[in-house]
């Protein structure tokens, strides 16, 4: 249908124009894509085999949704990318407040417009992109911002009663009318504002100060809900719920190599950046494995979940302090390092809520923690395990490693120290470079020296060497050399 030559009632009907509700819209476009094996929600990783079969039963089903997961679990971008499933174009009533069908009118306006032009009746187009509409629930959301109000002004302009519909300045969902609305933490939206959903989902009722006005909405809702909000702070009541018809359940990314997907596509970086800083392989795993000890740990809320935007951020952070020490050394290209890890505690202390233990210990002690258990955990896939018990005088894997700093008092690794230096520091401790030849022959040569800082940090978390920071940067040395100094 070109709607270009369309801007009249009568030259839609002459189209051959049918009316169609939201849900068959989304139902029939749905329908075409999955027979064509194109992707639906494209962009979003990890949910093939769990919430997008749910979402398109759901869809297919013509039913209104609840996603419910905790934070940072991609529940908006689902509702958003539904867009895509809508017609590109929508023609409307011309200065309807509503998006009132032409061929179905419901609201007084355009009900009085087409009986006085008929066939004239001026006819608008209204693009999927425009046809969605999102509200934040808070405490302070009023019934009127929802639903509507009476318009004092508009009923003495127009001298009519209170009880006119005419009077009425509508809310945000009845605007939202043949639209995608979604209400986001839908458990922080007060009891009585919960109630006032419920006929808009059922039968298409809206009461306004008490005066019943029969509205069939022509809606697609989408709630978003967080667990933690059952207890802490609400909940959808009953009834309402009742009235959802599926309520999906989402979760975090269940392996790194998806978690990695998702961060480097929602990553904001530049080409410079991207440019002059190389990110090891094993660099970007540890970085998603922090988030993965994070969910698991005995200092941060479980229910409150960990953000996949914690990883993004912490990504971001990586690349920025490598890149500023590139800057300060007044080079070009460099690659991240280990101590790097360090710049990206900002971006983990923010996302996380502490229980009463890790409160104790402080934020950005616990983020620390994170990076160190990430290494305990990745290390035995890269080296031979650590045992916690050993023989007395047995060789181990690590026996040269450790000797080494016995006899050469350990070294300092500062934090700006130039490419050149950091590199020969590293080369001086030569079986580490035995090491990596051994056990990891294959390892691409712009990978050696991250490989040889993860080696030591590992050591670290595994209690075969002392680390300490010092005001620049920080002092590696052996476990008994170091106990010595101290007293």
């Known amino acids: 249908m070109k709607i270009d030559t369309i801007t009249t009632l009568g030259e839609l009907k002459a189209a051959g124009y049918l009316s169609k509700s939201i849900k068959d819209e989304l139902r029939n476009n749905l329908r075409e894509k999955i027979k064509s094996g194109k992707p639906v929600f494209e962009g979003v990783h990890g949910f093939e085999n769990t919430v997008i079969p749910e979402l398109e039963r759901a869809i297919l089903s013509r039913h209104n949704i609840n996603l419910l997961g905790l934070r940072g679990q991609a529940k908006t971008r689902l509702a958003r990318l539904m867009i895509e499933l809508l017609d590109e174009y929508m023609p409307i009533v011309g200065g309807s407040e509503i998006n009132d069908d032409p061929l179905k009118p419901i609201s007084r306006f355009a009900k009085d417009l087409i009986a006085t032009e008929g066939d004239k009746t001026s006819i608008h187009w209204v693009h999927r992109s425009e046809r969605f509409f999102e509200k934040l629930a808070t405490p302070d959301v009023t019934v009127a911002d929802l639903i509507g109000d009476v318009d004092p002004i508009k009923a003495a302009n127009l001298k009519l009663s209170y009880a006119d519909d005419r009077v009425i300045h509508f809310g ?249 230096e950091y590199k020969t520091i590293l080369d001086a401790i030569t079986p580490l470079s035995i090491l990596i030849k051994k056990y990891q022959p294959q390892l691409a040569k712009e990978d050696v020296y991250f490989m040889k800082e993860f080696i030591l940090w590992a050591l670290v978390e595994y209690h075969k060497l002392s680390k300490d920071r010092i005001s620049q940067g920080y002092q590696f040395s052996d476990m008994y050399g170091n106990y010595i100094n101290k007293l």
Request: proline letters at 4%; glycine letters at 4%; a negative charge.
């Open 172 to 420: 945000m969902i009845p605007r939202a009318n043949r639209c995608i609305f979604v209400i986001n933490e839908l458990p922080d939206l007060q009891a009585r504002i919960q109630v006032a959903l419920f006929n808009i989902l059922q039968e298409g009722d809206i009461q306004i100060r008490g005066f019943k006005l029969r509205m069939p909405l022509d809606m697609q809702f989408v709630f978003t809900a967080n667990p933690e909000d059952f207890t802490n702070r609400g909940s959808i009541v009953t009834p309402l719920k009742d009235r959802i018809g599926s309520q999906i359940l989402t979760h975090y990314p269940e392996t790194i190599k998806i978690a990695r997907t998702i961060t480097e596509q929602e990553a904001k970086l530049d080409l410079l950046q991207s440019d002059a800083v190389y990110v090891p392989s094993l660099a970007k795993d540890l970085l998603e494995q922090i988030s993965f000890e994070a969910r698991e740990s005995e200092y941060i809320d479980n229910k409150s979940g960990v953000s996949a935007r914690m990883s993004i951020t912490a990504f971001e952070n990586l690349l920025s302090t490598a890149e500023r020490r590139a800057l300060k050394s007044g080079i070009d290209k460099t690659s991240v390092r280990l101590s790097d890890f360090m710049g990206i505690i900002p971006a983990i202390t923010g996302k996380v809520e502490l229980v009463y233990e890790g409160e104790q210990e402080g934020a950005a002690v616990v983020a620390q923690h994170l990076i160190g258990d990430a290494i305990h955990t990745f290390f035995p896939a890269y080296f031979p395990k650590i045992e916690k018990l050993e023989k007395q005088d047995e060789k181990t894997a690590y026996s040269d490693l450790i000797e080494w700093f016995f006899t050469e008092s350990g070294f300092e690794l500062l934090d700006d120290c130039s490419d050149e």
